[in-house]
């Protein structure tokens, strides 16, 4: 129960996304920023301490970029497309992961992956030949792909030495301080009218912020606590289905697609089904089943 209520919370992620009207480097932004104060909360509330030295912090919340930079490029796409198209393109992680983890932790890489990523690259390519209006979109969803597996590569190192309530607080952290630097540059290039969200705005951001940050953080750490990591990461597979779902419902978003996006889904969906059914059977040994 606790793992599918993390999963469904993962798929509001791009629907608050549709909803918040502020663009996406202010959304992210405000974003990270209240996830800090939550998980500052959550901390003191417990009484969890951080690392001791300074150099220590810095290198957590220095990888709190790659997340801010791959939301700001996530809801980008969404801004210049929809949901589908967002969470579809975020399907490329995988084959980011499969060729980034082998050069950054120098490890031999899987045939199987690689293979398997190339029919989700095909799957995108697509939706990006026949359905011209929704190719910025389509970029910025791919670069924001590359940036979600950079994070996860990084990430897997931290959580060996530290809590993941003290990794994703001083990640908030970087990801508000260095997303806040850039901000004036950013915003010099794409102006906004207004710098403080409405009241709507604000309680979208704060449900975003503690359901979609904190909450989910919470639910899939206690998931772990009972779930084998296997079984915890392939049903966080059904993500994008329930992403998309959502937006047909909430938004309509089943009229503004055509044949091609449902072309390319099958193909990232198959992507999807085969590395399970590969993932499965790495997993079934005989201590499965005692």
């Known amino acids: 129960m606790l793992l599918h209520t993390a999963v469904i919370l993962a798929g509001f992620t791009g629907i608050f996304g549709k909803l918040i009207s502020l663009n996406e480097g202010l ?28 150099r220590e912090k810095f290198d957590i919340a220095k990888v709190g970029m790659l997340i801010t930079i791959h939301w700001v490029f996530f809801y980008g796409s969404i801004k210049y497309s929809n949901v589908s198209i ?86 908030m952290v970087g990801g508000t301080a260095g997303l806040g630097v850039l901000m004036p540059v ?11 969200p409405g009241f709507r705005d604000i309680v979208w951001l704060l449900l975003l912020s503690l359901f979609c940050t904190v909450g989910l953080y919470i639910l899939f750490a206690e998931s772990l606590k009972r779930i084998p990591a296997f079984t915890v990461n392939l049903s966080f597979n059904l993500e994008p289905i329930y992403s998309i779902v959502m937006a047909f419902w909430f938004f309509g978003e089943g009229r503004e697609v055509n044949f091609s996006f449902y072309m390319g889904l099958l193909f990232v969906a198959a992507s999807v089904v085969f590395q399970s059914i590969l993932s499965a059977r790495e997993h079934v040994t005989p201590d499965n089943y005692s």
């Open 186 to 196: 950013y915003l010099r290039f794409f102006p906004v009218a207004r710098f403080i």
């Open 27 to 54: 959304l992210v932004w405000y974003r990270v920023f209240f996830s800090a104060l939550w998980l500052f909360l959550i901390l003191r509330i417990s009484g969890i301490k951080g690392p001791g030295s300074w």
């Open 86 to 171: 967002g969470v579809v393109c975020y399907s490329l992680t995988s084959m980011y992961t499969a060729v980034f983890e082998p050069l950054i932790n120098k490890k031999r890489f899987v045939a199987t992956q690689l293979l398997l990523s190339l029919l989700t690259l095909f799957g995108i390519a697509l939706i990006f030949h026949f359905d011209a209006s929704y190719q910025v979109g389509i970029v910025l969803g791919v670069v924001s792909s590359a940036f979600a597996a950079l994070y996860t590569v990084a990430n897997e190192r931290l959580v060996r030495r530290y809590d993941s309530r003290v990794i994703n607080y001083y990640q």
